[in-house]
């Protein structure tokens, strides 16, 4: 249902005026075709390093991502008006190399060693974090003046507060984040998002997912997943490799999912809006901001 609806919601499938029925049977005939390779005498193999690859590497590098797009970049330009571009990467970086650090000397421990190093790569990956946190705030330039709300206009989570926002609205008009009587009715109101959101979208979760794909991926490294040749383990890497190359093309070139009206030409070629497609652009304009909402509108 997912993957249908996303391509239903693409410019592709309004001009081919493929509705949600058709989109589906799309789909579900190419899974009933690319399934027979499982029928083969080696279709339990491929079905073995497809779901080891798939549900170990795969989703948890997809739900890492979801979670960085959401809580880092998702109302950074709102940060960078309030202490300047500068600080709010400072302390971007310094929060990525400081849990990247951690889970590498992490998973690189010795198992006979009798240092813990989960908590060396702990202790290394706070100090990086705290330290660019300090930076950060020591550096700023902008509106925000005081030491507190540098430090939460830095460190806030204003992305997943702003979807809490939009979601907790349909339930109460009125409902700000950050007001206690807010919070508390949605903290209580089972519907609504509380508080705990934000905080696990930006911090807990882009580590903890993370870490568990570097176990996965320092547990293959020592030995070959069960005991498979290395041209079977091949094939997964392809897959993972397949499946974060779509990712980052769509990060890099998101105007490959907007309708050919964007291009600013009344009747453009497929060649003038690929060209267009393909110039490198992640901040939608005030233009195409507007043509999209009016697309949602109707």
């Given amino acids: ?154 460190a806030g989570w204003h992305g997943p507060d702003m979807i809490r926002r939009m979601v907790n609205k349909q339930y109460e008009p009125e409902w700000e984040p950050g007001h206690a009587k807010d919070e508390l009715r949605a903290a209580i109101r089972p519907e609504m998002i509380s508080a705990p959101f934000g905080f696990l979208i930006k911090y807990i979760i882009p580590g903890v997912l993370l870490l568990l794909v570097g176990l996965a991926l320092s547990k293959d490294l020592k030995e070959p997943y069960s005991g498979y040749s290395m041209s079977w383990n091949l094939l997964g890497i392809l897959i993972v490799v397949a499946v974060l190359s779509c990712m980052l093309i769509l990060f890099l070139f998101p105007r490959l999912w907007y309708d050919m009206k964007y291009t600013g030409e009344e009747n453009p070629s497929f060649s003038t809006w690929l060209k267009w497609a393909f110039t490198p652009k992640t901040v939608t304009t005030m233009e195409e901001t507007k043509l999209t909402t009016e697309r949602s509108v109707a």
């Fill in 1 to 154: 249902i997912a993957f249908t609806t996303v391509i239903e919601d693409a410019w592709f499938a309004r001009k081919w005026n493929l509705n949600k029925a058709a989109l589906t049977g799309i789909v579900c005939l190419t899974g009933f075709l690319l399934g027979f390779i499982y029928l083969f005498d080696t279709g339990y193999f491929f079905m073995d390093i497809a779901d080891h690859y798939l549900s170990d590497w795969c989703l948890m590098l997809i739900g890492f991502f979801q979670a960085v797009a959401c809580g880092w970049v998702y109302q950074a330009p709102y940060q960078a008006k309030r202490v300047g571009r500068f600080s709010v990467v400072l302390y971007d970086i310094c929060f990525f190399v400081a849990i990247t650090l951690g889970v590498i000397i992490a998973v690189s421990g010795n198992e006979d060693s009798d240092v813990d190093v989960i908590w060396v790569g702990v202790f290394i990956g706070m100090f990086v974090w705290v330290f660019g946190l300090v930076a950060a705030v020591l550096l700023s330039k902008g509106r925000v003046n005081g030491i507190r709300d540098k430090i939460w206009c830095i």
